[in-house]
């Protein structure tokens, strides 16, 4: 919102530059607000138990994996290139394309983890497995 709002005033006047450019950070109040904020609103939100439910709780388990993913210094750069994200700085466009460059980083980085689980749960069942055996032989 406040962000569309300032960018806007500085294609057509180029003040607040500065501002603009410090309230993408992680450590800007900006930031801090939208995300408390966020946190606000969806604990309001109550799901009844169902697919709905389960599918939420499926992708909450992705969630630090995409964060990890999206920021790996391979990709980190490399997001804004594929998407052409500054061809789209002056477009009114704009905000659409951005929501969806979000969606698709978002999936793309949901079905990366979901495989690293499930890779990683495959591994665990075959060590559990093996040591289950030699506790066996051993008795």
């Known amino acids: 919102g406040m962000q569309t709002v300032l960018r806007y005033i500085y294609l ?3 003040s607040f ?6 309230s993408y950070h992680y450590n800007s109040l900006w930031v801090y607000i939208g ?5 606000a609103l969806f604990s309001f939100i109550r799901i009844n138990e169902g697919k709905a439910a389960g599918f939420i709780r499926r992708v909450a388990l992705c969630t ?3 964060y990890l993913i999206h920021e790996h210094p391979a990709f980190r750069y490399e997001w804004p290139k594929w998407f052409k994200v500054h061809e789209y700085a002056d477009n009114a466009l704009w905000p659409l394309h951005m929501i969806a460059t979000v969606i698709c980083i978002f999936t793309v980085c949901v079905v990366v983890e979901l495989i690293r689980i499930e890779i990683a749960a495959g591994l665990a069942k075959c060590y559990n497995n093996k040591m289950n055996l030699k506790k066996e032989e051993n008795i």
Do not use: D
């Not at 530059?17 to 410090?22: P, R, S």
């Open 12 to 14: 057509k006047t180029g």
């Open 17 to 22: 530059e500065n501002f603009i450019q410090t």
């Open 35 to 39: 995300a408390v904020s966020a946190l």
């Open 64 to 66: 630090f994996g995409v």
